[in-house]
């Protein structure tokens, strides 16, 4: 108890009963301010959790906000085409010579020497025709070059002897030139019956069927006593025989437009048969026709292909993978591509995340991916699939396509594995 207690005990003395009654009203007194505390205390925490609470999540919305305004995108890096293309095209076979073989003499035929699938050299006997009418009129040929030598005769010796009463003044100058006028024309004329005599038998010689050159026959037409009508005037009617040059082959195949300038002479090529699994053939561009068809728009090619084993047969249908030279453009996904009513263009992402809308020129599309001609410098980073929302100046964070992503070796337990390093 303080002095004061004392005091006031001292001066006013209590019974035994009261002073037990103070003493637990003072203990009543420290108690309720003792809770009192205590509340308020917990009021305070309470009050600071709250606040507390309330700071942190204005802060998380914040952030979640910034988080869902924020726009991630997939990129890729444009780089420069440093590879060819191959172009693949179809094509049948050809032989390098194919000679339809008519014939020049009517008749019938004899007898045929070859058949299809033999092999004859040039020059060797493929069938023989029997020419009757040809045989006659050369015979009548034969005979009217006699008779144009007996008056060729007959006017030179009337020359001379004109010649001689001439010079006696016997016969006139007119008659003198009459006589020599018709020993020059009995010279035309036998030469006029010579040469149907060598007609003649040159239509003779046509009796003899022959090979033109080294190859296959591919084709027979006749058969023993067949009539050959070698048409009026010379016409032709139908081929006897044909023959193919298998080695080498050739093949044409058309270039688009687009790809023209790239197919130069002396470009290799490979040529597969969907039959001849496996095996692929070497071939090479002979030459090109250099100029574009204005039907097509396109540009004939031709490929010479070595058949020296006689695998590949004329007229099979084949495909010719044509590699192309390098083209200077890049090459750039599908799904890079920006096209709206402005044109056709690419969001290009820069170094502080900002997009920038190129405007560009396309070149050839190679399916998948497409060149670009103009418009782009190497090294942009493109987003890929872009939306329609995205538009000049948009903040972006990116991330790399697989294929742009730098490959780093790292150990795990001992082994090698690959690690894709993203971009923020």
């Known amino acids: 108890m303080s002095e004061e207690r004392h005091s006031q005990l001292a001066l006013h003395p209590v019974a035994p009963g009261e002073s037990g009654e103070l003493l637990k009203r003072g203990q009543v007194v420290r108690r309720t301010k003792i809770a009192a505390l205590i509340v308020l205390v917990i009021l305070a925490i309470g009050a600071g959790r709250t606040v507390v609470s309330r700071v942190l999540n204005t802060r998380a919305l914040e952030a979640g906000a910034a988080e869902h305004n924020k726009q991630y995108v997939k990129t890729t890096v ?23 073989i ?19 050299t040039k020059g060797e006997l493929l069938a023989e025709i029997e020419t009757p009418e040809i045989d006659q009129q050369l015979s009548q040929a034969i005979a009217a070059r006699q008779q144009a030598a007996a008056s060729l005769e007959l006017a030179q010796s009337t020359s001379v002897r004109w010649e001689a009463l001439r010079k006696k003044d016997a016969v006139s100058q007119q008659e003198l030139d009459e006589r020599r006028s018709a020993s020059t024309q009995a010279v035309a004329n036998l030469a006029a019956a ?80 969907a039959e001849l699994r496996g095996q692929r053939f070497q071939g090479q561009v002979a030459r090109t026709a250099a100029s574009i068809d204005a039907t097509s728009r396109s540009m004939q090619v031709e490929v010479s292909l070595p058949n020296a084993a006689g695998t590949l047969l004329p007229g099979a249908f084949v495909q010719v993978a044509l590699p192309l030279m390098a083209s200077r453009g890049f090459s750039i996904p599908n799904n890079a591509l920006v096209i709206r009513g402005d044109g ?81």
């Open 78 to 100: 444009a780089r420069a085409s440093d590879a060819g293309q191959t172009l693949a095209l179809p094509g049948t076979l050809q032989g390098f010579i194919q000679s339809p």
């Open 102 to 120: 008519y014939a020049r003499a009517g008749g019938y035929v004899k007898r045929w020497t070859k058949d299809i699938g033999a092999r004859v």
């Open 194 to 273: 010579e040469a149907n005599v060598q007609r003649l038998r040159q239509l003779e010689n046509f009796k003899r069927i022959l090979a033109p050159t080294d190859g296959v026959i591919t084709r027979r037409n006749v058969d023993t006593g067949d009539l050959i009508d070698a048409g009026a005037g010379g016409g032709l009617t139908r081929a006897l025989f044909v023959v193919t040059q298998t080695d080498p082959l050739r093949l044409y195949v058309n270039v688009p437009q687009t790809y023209a300038q790239l197919v130069k002479p002396g470009q290799s090529v490979v040529v597969t048969q």
């Open 344 to 424: 056709v263009k690419v969001a290009v992402v820069d170094a502080q995340g900002r997009v920038h809308m190129k405007p560009i020129q396309l070149g050839r599309n190679y399916g998948e991916k497409v060149e670009v001609t103009d418009g782009l410098a190497d090294g942009d980073r493109l987003v890929l699939n872009p939306s329609d929302s995205l538009a000049e100046g948009d903040e972006v964070s990116f991330v790399a396509a697989d294929d742009d992503k730098p490959k780093q070796v790292v150990a795990d337990k001992g082994k090698a594995a690959d690690a894709r390093k993203v971009v923020p």
